[in-house]
């Protein structure tokens, strides 16, 4: 068990750069996600930290050891791949023992090992089979178990549920979270997936062309997006996102945004000022618009503004309300099932302390 | 899945009253399809194996030995010589074609500046005939040709080393030796490089992850992985190294019989049909038994398993 | 730092032998090429000079000569040969490659099998008991007689290749033409067809080298008729080195123009029919 540091990574192959300049600290028995669009770096970063591809600038650190430059066997540590990786030509058995047996593990102990390992993963019954007589979830878990049956220092998952079906990746996605606490094992895993990166990661670092955009806990990371990327990453649907001016009234500081105004509490002046006469970005989340009727009691401060039903998604759980206000279309997400005749008037209510509101420039966050 | 298909329009036919039946044409396309090229290739193939057999052992429409006889006790008969020549040659060309494919497909499998047009060099001599490698490696290697000229002038050798002539007969070997290496290592690299390649890269690295070092990510992963590419380009470049004709004719004529080219002479110079014909069934039985003997001998063990 | 530095030095230690070995082994192939061809073209005195390795001197002349010998003709007999075979083994072997490809039906899979074995077969020795067939025929010294054995040689290739041009050709974009309107031989003649013609240009050039480079059933079927190699092989041999010299320049030539047309599908062709 160890802790991660990265320092300044940047990979380049051509001209292209794969990574920008990455700085994470990992704690140890941490479970962190790298969340981002496919391309952005992530599957790159995590074969910077497994040794696979050495940084061109940029040092990694386990603990206090120097390991940028180290090959992986001698960094101990564990990876599962997105195609899984499983050797065609060994049975499960001598798949899950091949990094014991490259160590040179007694054999009474690997064996004692690879049961464990095939014991925790529920696959003891397959140990004699070929990997083609396996299932895709089968071939996953058998990853797994080859990942932890060394005690790595660190775990490495590069998309690994990608390649199963639906049902299966919720299944396995808490599974691998329940072994990752009970193991206690430093894990980095890398997805595209909003879901699986909040419902596993204790951290979440979302990256975005080369560069983390963030690190937080889930909850951090939806509530307080630190730019538009983020902000418009994280959550389905999107955030709704529109341009308005800002200008400071006596009491209130005020966003323009045209067709409505969205007055905002005083406590906020002091922030806002600077930006006055100048547009920003506003974004609110579509679970943060209410119909006028269906206001929470909890809420403090709306601002209502009047439209037409644009388009309804009726999801049986939830329901999506696109609306017309003029210039914007605003979605809502509303909890329950409910009916919308398309074309009819509806007045919604915006959540005054749900707003974010982001830099024009540079799109990162004010409030 | 025939059945499955007329059994389907059936059940349609009951329903939405559509014809009961496919047609003839459709319900055989495939095999209407197939058929002419599979009847040449049986005709083609078949009869003069046959008619080889009755060649080889009739004489003016009786059966006869006479043919036998001649190709094992005649003096003029080389098929001793030729049968041991042929299996020499393949003894000690494809140990080191094998190896030396083996090792390019290993050196091309890593990425490198201009591994395309080095490549398409490797595999040039693919593209042409045995006799032309033939005549090539008789320009590199003839008294007054390139690597003699080379040699004397960079002062390795003082006199001229002759390649060609009866008297030279083991050079002659060697000189067929080095053209088959130049000329069909080419075979055996096409397909373990496809074979390679066609490895995932991240089946060998997950086993660099899991500690492997080179030697053991080659040992353990690559080569068994390996092993049905390898299998076929043994079983094809086997097969053809007991064709070998062209190359042999060109540089050494008879002084170094070998089973096609006694079959040529038998048939074009002495118009011995039958004798020809035993060697042409001597060469198809050498054939069939090696790809029998491989199929058996390299099974991967992991594709046999069954489900 | 001092890791990074012996790492360094490892790497570019790496990068140089690699680059030398890919030298060695493209020298080892590429040289006797460009010796046969310059020597094809020099002049008789360089050659017999101790002193020059590489001929300063060039002739046209033993081309000429060969072409005098009978060259020419065995050129033109070599291409109508070809042609023939390649026109024969894809009127036969296309259709069979299409059903392959398109149709799942019984036995699919112990035919194919079948015309893999096929293709093992040491086509070669088919030519001897060919020669007493051609007689009664008619065909014997004839150049269809030789095309008519280079296609069964060829068929299986051509087999193997079609099937796997077209099964690179998704259904989907048949079937959809048979929605909008198409019978299955105008899906097959408008859809696949032009989607498929560059792979099948290239396995015709891929058959026309086969039957180009074939030396013994050309020489064991013909007499007088003969396509180039088969000539050189009975003619050539008795020639002066000058000729065999001009004799494996004209015979590697084509070869290698349309090597260098088709090259990136031969590399994947000779994949998929060696495998």
Known sequence: MVDVKLRGIVKRFGKTVAVNGIDLDVRDGEFIVLLGPSGCGKTTTLRIIAGLEKPDEGRVLFGDRDVTYLPPRERNVSMVFQSYAVWPHMRVYDNIAFPLKIKKVPKDEIDKKVKWAAELLQISELLNRYPHQLSGGQRQRVAVARAIVVEPAVLLMDEPLSNLDALLRVKMRSEIKKLQRRIKVTTIYVTHDQVEAMTMGDRIAVMNQGKIEQVGRPDEIYLKPANVFVAGFIGSPQMNFFDATIYIEKDKAVLDVGDFKLGLNKDLIEVLKDYEGKTVIVGIRPEHIYPENLIPSTTKKVAKVEGIVDFVEELGSDTIVHVNTGSQILVLKISGSHHYEIGSKLVIALDLDKIHVFRKDTEKAII | ?307 | MVEKDTSMVKYYLFKIIIAGLVIIAVLWVITPFIISILYAFSDPTDYYSKEIIIPLHYTYEHVRKLVALGAGTAIINSVIVALMTIALSFALGLPAGYAFARFVFPGKDSLKLFIIGLRMFPIIVIAVPLVSLYIRLGLSDSLLGVALAHTAMALPFVIIITSSIFAGIPKELEEAGLIFGLDRTGAFLRITMPLALPGLAAAAIFTFIMSWNEVFIAAVLTLTNRTLPAFILTSAMAATDFIKFAASFIMILPAMIFVFIARRYLIAMWGITLR
Not at chain 2, 189 to 198: D, K, N, S
Not at chain 2, 264 to 293: F, M, N, R, T
């Open chain 2, 1 to 307: 899945m025939c059945k499955l298909f007329s059994k389907y329009i059936l059940i349609r036919g009951v329903f939405i009253a559509m014809p009961s039946h496919p047609s003839f044409v459709e319900k055989y396309l495939p095999y209407i399809l197939i058929a002419p090229a599979l009847g040449y290739m049986l005709f083609f193939i078949g009869y003069p194996l046959i008619q080889a057999i009755y060649l080889a052992f009739t004489k003016n429409g009786a059966l006869s030995l006479e043919n036998l006889d001649y190709l094992l006790h005649s003096p003029f008969s080389k098929f001793y010589e030729a049968l041991t020549n042929t299996f020499l040659l393949v003894i000690v060309i494809i140990p080191i074609q094998v190896a030396i494919a083996l090792g390019l497909a290993m050196l091309f499998n890593i990425k490198f500046k201009g591994r395309n047009v080095a490549l398409y060099s490797i595999i040039l001599p693919l593209t042409i005939s045995d006799v032309a490698a033939g005549l090539i490696w008789y320009t590199m290697l003839s008294t007054n040709g390139f690597f003699n000229k080379l040699f004397i002038n960079l002062g390795i050798t003082s006199e001229p080393i002759y390649f060609f002539g009866y008297q030279f007969r083991q050079m002659e070997f060697l000189a067929i030796v080095i053209t088959e290496i130049w000329r069909a290592t080419a075979i055996v690299f096409v397909i373990v490089f496809a074979g390679l390649q066609m490895i995932s890269q991240e089946h060998i690295e997950a086993a660099e992850v899991f500690g492997a070092n080179v030697w053991q990510r080659l040992r353990y992963i690559v080569f068994p992985m390996l092993l049905p590419s390898l299998q076929a380009a043994l079983i094809i470049r086997t097969l053809f190294a007991f064709q070998i004709f062209g190359v042999v004719w060109t540089l050494a004529g008879r002084d170094i019989p070998i089973l096609a080219g006694e079959a040529y002479y038998e048939q074009v110079e002495l118009k011995h049909q039958g004798v020809a014909a035993i060697y042409a069934l001597v060469i198809a039985g050498i054939s069939v038994a090696i790809g029998y003997l491989y199929i058996k001998l390299f099974k991967a063990k992991y594709l046999e398993a069954g489900t």
